[in-house]
Structures are given as structure tokens and as C-alpha cells.
């Protein structure tokens, strides 16, 4: 089985993410942040994996925390749960959701690396959510998963549908690039 458990208890947040990639895309979050826990539903739902995330966080000073940490442990138990990393190592997705449409691609390869396009999603009012914090969890996942992540919102007008669609582009490219083959694909025949 592919899977893991990451814990992490600071002064700000105290989470628990499980994560099974070999499941069926049941989700139990509880995060605090309703919409947060919509898109990480959302992101399990297109991976196809097991997600069970539960964070106390210091949702009094603002999200930040919260979101960023529990990217940190989904990315570190993703890695976890690779095991071997007898994977695809590569996945593309873009996924529209109405007026909005948003791509992921990524390379599983150990290194870490980040670019995003938030095609004006951050100047965007989201009540209920920091629409700036996108960014910080797809930063936190990459890094510590070791992704090399390019993330695009194409265009879009309600910021509800550009975060969804990203979101579900995220798990749809990590569906199809963590589905298992039967060699390390890398030339050095390692990915680290």
C-alpha cells in the first residue's frame, strides 16, 4: 500500500494528514477554513487518493499558518508514500470550471521548484478565504515533495471557480503522474 501519516505540532498549528494513494478519492478534512476544505475535498476527489487532513490552527491571527503547514505534510507524506517512486513522474491537466480554466504540470523528480500564474486571482475578494494563499500551499506541497510545479490559471472572473479549477487541475496532473509502472523512470535510474 502507498501510503503515509505526517504529524506536525507547532506554536501555530497542530495537524494530521493521512494520505492513501492507491485509494478512491474519499476525502476527511477539517481544517477550520470551509472553503479550504472544499478544494482540498476537491483535490483528493481528482487524484483519486485517500486524504484525511485534521488542522488546529491560529485562524484567529488569519489562514496563512493553516494552509501553508498543511501543504507542508500533504507534500511530505505524498513523498513518503511514493516509496520507490516507480512512477509516471509526469502530469498534465487542465481543467475548466465555467467562465474559468486553470492547468498543472508537473515532474516528479526530486526537484523542487515552483511557477505559478494566478491570472489575477490574488486581487481577487474571496469572502471566507485569502485569495493569496493559493500560492503558499502549492509553494509548501512542491517543496516538500520535491514537484517541479507549473501552475497556471489561464483566466477566469469568479474566484471561487479559478481556485477550484486549480485545485482540481493539481489532482487530476497528480493523478495520472503517481500511477505506479515498473521502473524508476530517470536516465540516472534514480529521482532525487
Given at each position: 500500500?502507498?501510503?503515509?501519516?505526517?504529524?506536525?505540532?507547532?506554536?501555530?498549528?497542530?495537524?494530521?494528514?493521512?494520505?492513501?494513494?492507491?485509494?478512491?478519492?474519499?476525502?476527511?478534512?477539517?481544517?477550520?477554513?470551509?472553503f479550504?476544505?472544499?478544494?482540498?475535498?476537491?483535490?483528493?476527489?481528482?487524484?483519486?487518493?485517500?486524504?484525511?487532513?485534521?488542522?488546529?490552527?491560529?485562524?484567529?491571527?488569519?489562514?496563512?499558518?493553516?494552509?501553508?503547514?498543511?501543504?507542508?505534510?500533504?507534500?511530505?507524506?505524498?513523498?513518503?508514500?511514493?516509496?520507490?517512486k516507480?512512477?509516471?513522474?509526469?502530469?498534465?491537466?487542465a481543467?475548466?470550471?465555467?467562465?474559468?480554466?486553470?492547468?498543472?504540470?508537473?515532474?516528479?523528480?526530486?526537484?523542487?521548484?515552483?511557477?505559478?500564474?494566478?491570472?489575477?486571482?490574488?486581487?481577487?475578494?474571496?469572502p471566507?478565504?485569502?485569495?493569496?494563499?493559493?500560492?503558499?500551499?502549492?509553494?509548501?506541497?512542491?517543496?516538500?515533495?520535491g514537484?517541479?510545479?507549473?501552475?497556471?490559471?489561464?483566466?477566469?472572473?469568479?474566484?471561487?471557480?479559478?481556485?477550484?479549477?486549480?485545485?482540481?487541475?493539481?489532482?487530476r496532473?497528480?493523478?495520472?503522474?503517481?500511477?505506479?509502472?515498473?521502473?524508476?523512470?530517470?536516465?540516472?535510474?534514480?529521482?532525487?
Amino acid at each position: 500500500m502507498r501510503t503515509a501519516a505526517e504529524k506536525r505540532t507547532s506554536k501555530e498549528t497542530d495537524i494530521l494528514v493521512e494520505i492513501n494513494l492507491d485509494g478512491s478519492g474519499i476525502a476527511e478534512i477539517d481544517t477550520g477554513i470551509g472553503f479550504f476544505d472544499h478544494m482540498l475535498t476537491a483535490l483528493a476527489c481528482h487524484a483519486n487518493f485517500d486524504l484525511k487532513v485534521k488542522a488546529v490552527g491560529d485562524l484567529h491571527v488569519d489562514f496563512h499558518h493553516t494552509v501553508e503547514d498543511t501543504g507542508i505534510l500533504i507534500g511530505k507524506a505524498l513523498l513518503s508514500a511514493l516509496g520507490d517512486k516507480k512512477i509516471v513522474r509526469y502530469g498534465t491537466a487542465a481543467v475548466p470550471m465555467d467562465e474559468a480554466l486553470a492547468e498543472t504540470i508537473l515532474d516528479i523528480s526530486g526537484r523542487a521548484y515552483l511557477r505559478f500564474d494566478d491570472g489575477g486571482l490574488s486581487q481577487k475578494i474571496m469572502p471566507g478565504f485569502d485569495s493569496a494563499l493559493p500560492v503558499e500551499f502549492l509553494r509548501a506541497v512542491a517543496m516538500n515533495a520535491g514537484i517541479t510545479l507549473h501552475a497556471s490559471i489561464r483566466y477566469g472572473d469568479n474566484a471561487h471557480h479559478m481556485a477550484e479549477a486549480l485545485f482540481k487541475s493539481l489532482g487530476r496532473a497528480l493523478r495520472i503522474a503517481v500511477a505506479p509502472t515498473e521502473r524508476v523512470v530517470s536516465t540516472k535510474g534514480i529521482l532525487d
